[in-house]
């Protein structure tokens, strides 16, 4: 068990750093206030391989420091929320419904795992700029800033946001089922969930006769 937390501790640091290299280092477009990188794709298969709220809370520390480094701090604790839902809305599609880190059949592996990067990377096109709406309306106002919010929300998502999503999608769903043999054959796969046969209850000891 603790070489267990020491191999997640390690994992979740390498893929905070990895999202922050996805999102500062790689080359990257930017349009309509929205940066064009692969920094999400790393928050998703952070996910995948640690779980919901550890791969989650690894791609929000990643991003949040390359959004500080890259001077915009003022934008750094809505990444924070919004990376955070990613690997959630990951951790529960991919392992609380498909359990994929325990299943064996190939199919159901790469279908639940498109099917969770996916879900996530939809959902973040509606909920980031909902998420700067309600920021820049209730917590620091700025009419002009909420109003672009409002108008990306209102036609679903500008078009970098949507190239962020099939882009990360589609490099978070290969680099996991590519990943996953690779780690299983070298014995440094984390198996995300409790084993029911680990939770049950030890036998009874045996009373021996007086």
């Not at 995948?48 to 890259?70: C, E, H, Y």
């Not at 419904?97 to 099917?115: D, M, P, R, Y």
């Not at 917590?139 to 800033?145: A, E, F, R, S, V």
Request: glycine share 8%; with cysteine; charged share 15%.
């Amino acid at each position: 068990m603790k070489n267990e937390n020491i191999k997640k501790t390690a994992y979740a640091g390498l893929m905070a750093a990895l999202c922050f290299v996805g999102y500062v280092v790689f080359p990257a477009i930017s349009a309509s206030g929205t940066k064009v990188h692969v920094g999400n794709a790393f928050v998703v298969l952070a996910a995948l391989l640690l779980g919901g709220p550890l791969g989650g809370l690894s791609g929000a520390v990643g991003l949040t420091i390359a959004d500080i480094v890259s001077g915009y701090a003022a934008s750094a604790p809505r990444t924070f929320i919004t990376k955070l839902v990613i690997g959630l809305i990951v951790g529960l599609v991919a392992h609380k419904i498909g359990k994929i880190s325990k299943e064996q059949n190939h199919v159901k592996v790469l279908t639940f795992s498109a099917i969770a990067t996916i879900a996530a990377l939809l959902f973040n096109c509606i909920f980031e700029p909902a998420l700067k709406y309600v920021w820049f309306t209730l917590l620091t106002p700025n009419p002009d800033k909420a109003a672009s919010a409002i108008k990306a929300m209102v036609a679903v998502t500008t078009w970098t946001t949507l190239v962020n999503a099939v882009i990360n999608s589609v490099i978070a769903i290969i680099l996991y089922n590519v990943l996953r043999p690779a780690l299983k054959k070298a014995h440094l796969f984390v198996t995300v969930g409790k084993d029911k046969e680990k939770e049950a209850d030890p036998a009874p000891e045996e009373v021996r006769p007086a």
